[in-house]
């Protein structure tokens, strides 16, 4: 049975993934291809960040110099990782932090979202406007 | 008031945080028939018969969201909550109650009537609201109630790790339904409950994903009752 990722709200099938209780193994292929995550000489590198692995944890990431354990370095990362293991679906969200900075620095994050006719619209769109974002809900 | 400003470069962007997707929204926003709503709610809420029908047929962007991203995004906790950005997409105000008050807890189960001290408060919160928003539309950065940065960032705050669990939990409940599989879905909308009990979009949307109505039943209306003198709506701090 395949197992499915989510990571930054992308779907991936993992053909290489292996499930281990809380950990999920990958190939260094299927790493990029679904994480946008690139191991490199200095690190893990995603864009212009790199993160070092500490040399005396690197076996809780890298296992046989080719497989690439995703899961404890979302948790290095504190990423929160929420797995369902009836239907082998990993989600991988964003950090705390991270979320907490972006909203301190009032730059207003963009969204895309479809209307009822399903159209999208992206926040973006409405630039050069002010806007009310207004939350509701049927129920 | 969209109508009105729509040619003073303002737009409402209405985002409906629903799991269930466009047909849960769609009799709300393209009604078959008018919306009736309680005459207690009405009294508070005082609008006119034009602005219910505008309401019903709103011409701004209504979008769906059916993952809460942007509770997630803008840390919303409840409903109603409005952010204003503005022109160059700099949050003014972060996430807060759009003038909606606790009135609603007033109400008479029995009669369905709510004390009249209330329903003026609820409209006199209502109303303070909408004049800032009308005061920022018209003046922009001049506005009193723009806040400062130093304010806007103190009032943003930001996300625990539990928060952030509970919304992977959450968004994870959503990709299982997704997949069709409603009965795995369900332990993950109720695990991002239980982790932010004071997120009420998550346990409101649980309990609706389990039978259309069930939102606003007993087990929201026992929660809410055990709230005590705690706030469903936090206080509107306006300046």
Redesign the interface.
């Given at each position: 049975m395949g197992i499915t990722l989510i990571y930054d709200g992308r779907a991936c099938g993992v053909s290489s993934a292996v499930e281990s209780g809380d950990d999920l193994w990958l190939s260094f292929e299927d790493l990029t291809a679904a994480s946008g995550w690139e191991h490199k000489p200095e690190g893990l590198c995603l864009g212009d960040r790199c993160v070092p692995i500490p040399p005396a944890r690197e076996s809780e990431f890298i296992a046989a110099g080719d497989r690439f354990n995703l899961a404890a370095f979302a948790r290095y990362l504190d990423q929160p990782v929420v797995h369902d293991e009836t239907a082998s679906v990993w989600l991988f969200g964003e950090s705390a932090l991270v979320r907490g900075q972006a909203l301190r620095s009032l730059e207003a994050p963009d969204f895309r979202l479809p209307d009822l006719d399903g159209r999208e619209h992206a926040l973006s769109d409405y630039r050069g406007k002010k806007v009310l974002l207004l939350s509701w809900a049927s129920w | 008031m969209y109508r009105e400003y729509a040619d003073r470069?303002?737009?409402?962007?209405?985002?409906?945080?629903?799991t269930?997707g466009?047909d849960?929204?769609?009799?709300?926003?393209?009604p078959q028939e008018p919306i009736v709503v309680p005459a207690p709610m009405q009294a508070i809420m005082s609008w006119s018969p034009e602005q219910y029908a505008a309401a019903a047929a709103p011409t701004y962007?209504?979008?769906?969201?059916e993952?809460h991203?942007?509770?997630?995004?803008?840390?919303?906790k409840n409903?109603?909550?409005?952010?204003?950005?503005?022109?160059?997409?700099?949050?003014?105000r972060?996430?807060e109650p759009?003038g909606a008050t606790d009135g609603f807890r007033s109400m008479d189960r029995k009669t369905f009537t709510i004390p009249s001290d209330v329903v003026e408060a609820g409209r006199a919160s209502r109303a303070r609201y909408t004049a800032a928003?009308r005061d920022?539309?018209e003046h922009?950065a001049q506005s009193r109630f723009v806040l400062s940065?130093d304010d806007?960032?103190a009032r943003?705050?930001?996300?625990?790790?539990t928060?952030?669990?509970a919304?992977?939990?959450f968004?994870?409940g959503q990709?299982?339904r997704e997949?069709g599989?409603p009965e795995?879905a369900k332990p993950?909308f109720d695990e991002a409950a239980r982790l932010c009990p004071d997120r009420w979009?998550y346990f409101?949307?649980a309990?609706?994903l389990e039978e259309?109505g069930k939102?606003?039943g007993p087990e929201f209306v026992a929660k809410l009752r055990a709230l005590g003198e705690r706030r469903y709506y936090d206080e509107i701090r306006l300046e």
């Open positions: - | 470069n303002f737009t409402i962007v209405a985002v409906a945080l629903d269930g466009p849960a929204v769609h009799p709300f926003v393209r962007p209504c979008l769906i969201d993952k991203v942007v509770a997630e995004l803008y840390d919303m409903v109603p909550m409005a952010v204003w950005i503005d022109e160059e997409g700099r949050i003014v972060p996430a759009a928003l920022w539309i922009g940065e806007a960032r943003a705050g930001g996300p625990t790790a928060d952030a669990l919304a992977a939990s968004k994870l990709c299982l997949q599989r795995l993950w979009t409101r949307q309990l609706q259309v939102a606003s």
